[in-house]
């Protein structure tokens, strides 16, 4: 049951070309730094990235893009990014985008066995184009399908050998949803505890759903805008 692996690009030895990866975090807050660093390293190409964002030029995940190393993007949100702008205008890049309530409802089908959802948002939108469209008490709907993903990398803040694991505040977004949309979910976590050390009543993600977890290390915390007050 001991799940930890002995480093970043251990753990994601099997990503090949061409596969679809889930990543967490919202801009660069709970990014799996540690893991997106592996991939890079590891060169792998035509990938299909579910993720909120595509982190910043030269951060997060934008270190993937940068290196051309993403082929298709589904996020929600795609500012703060000048090379994802420039790929997608130049059409290097494939772009499918969602509203944010629809990306997290996806993950959540995926994850949960659902074969789709009703909802309003983007109803008359560039959104809605191909979507079969249902009207139910009198309001248009779209039918959105689930999202999933061949691995989902994922960063929390604690995690039990087994991969219990338990997230800290606004760096929990969507990863618990993603580490159910995955065939294999890959975790590296900031403190590494021992079984029965997480209260069971606290974890946020069960260790069913837990494939490989590495303890991360050198986190840098990247900050995507540091806005200060002026100094009187």
Not at 141 to 154: G, H, I, N, R
């Amino acid at each position: 049951m001991n799940k930890v692996v002995a480093s970043a690009d251990e753990a994601v030895r099997d990503i090949q070309d061409g596969a679809v990866i889930m990543s967490g975090g919202f801009g660069l807050c709970g990014n799996p730094e540690n893991l997106i660093a592996a991939l890079h390293r590891k060169g792998v190409k035509g990938l299909t990235i579910i993720s909120n964002n595509c982190g910043t030029t030269d951060l997060g995940l934008g270190i993937l893009l940068k290196a051309k190393q993403v082929k298709r993007m589904v996020s929600s949100y795609v500012g703060e990014n000048k090379e994802f702008e420039r790929q997608f205008l130049s059409g290097e890049l494939e772009v499918e985008l969602n509203p944010q309530g629809t990306f997290a409802e996806r993950i959540r089908a995926g994850g949960s066995g659902i074969g789709g959802f009703y909802t309003a948002a983007g109803v008359g939108t560039k959104i809605a184009e191909g979507k079969e469209t249902r009207v139910i008490d009198g309001r248009e709907y779209l039918l959105e399908k689930p999202l999933a993903a061949d691995f989902a990398l994922v960063r929390a803040w604690k995690s039990d050998r087994w991969g219990n694991l338990l997230f800290h505040e606004t760096a929990r977004n969507f990863s618990p949803l993603m580490c159910m949309a995955a065939k294999v979910t890959i975790v590296e976590c900031e403190h590494l505890v021992e079984v029965g050390e997480i209260d069971p009543d606290a974890i946020h993600t069960p260790s069913i759903f837990v494939k490989r977890i590495i303890q991360g290390e050198r986190y840098e915390r990247w900050i995507e805008r540091r806005t200060v007050r002026p100094r009187k």
